[in-house]
Nanobody, 125 residues
Framework: VQLVESGGALVQAGGSLRLSCAAS????????IGWFRQAPGKEREGVSY???????SHYSDSVKGRFTISSDAKNTVYLQMNNLQAVDTAVYYC????????????????????WGQGTQVTVSS
């Protein structure tokens, strides 16, 4: 099982980025995917979640309305990030969970089984 993130970059405030999480060794029908981020000096936090098999997605309040999570038939999950702000600067990780996570628990790190290496997003103000 492997997760590889890509798409991180330096962008100006108000700009957009699309992160990708390429999964191998399993299919998105069997695993749900979460996006997390960790800013310097802060704890890692859940950003978004998708269960392709159930057709459910969740977002943290801080990104709702700006970020969109999606998946495709190539076993890749995307995080479209619009209107980026300096507070969005962080290393972004995707993670896979071998179970459906309900709305109250999708952002709990300990419930995820596999993690990618992360991709850096830097937003300049």
């Amino acid at each position: 099982v492997q997760l590889v993130e890509s798409g991180g970059a330096l962008v100006q405030a108000g700009g957009s980025l699309r992160l990708s999480c390429a999964a191998s060794g399993f299919t998105l029908d069997d695993y749900a995917i979460g996006w997390f981020r960790q800013a310097p000096g802060k704890e890692r936090e859940g950003v978004s979640y998708i269960s392709s098999s159930v057709g459910v997605s969740h977002y943290s309040d801080s990104v709702k309305g700006r970020f969109t999570i999606s998946s495709d038939a190539k076993n890749t999950v995307y995080l479209q990030m619009n209107n980026l702000q300096a507070v969005d600067t962080a290393v972004y990780y995707c993670a896979a969970a071998a179970r459906y996570l309900k709305s109250a628990s999708w952002d709990k790190e300990e419930l995820y089984d596999y993690w990618g290496q992360g991709t850096q997003v830097t937003v300049s103000s």
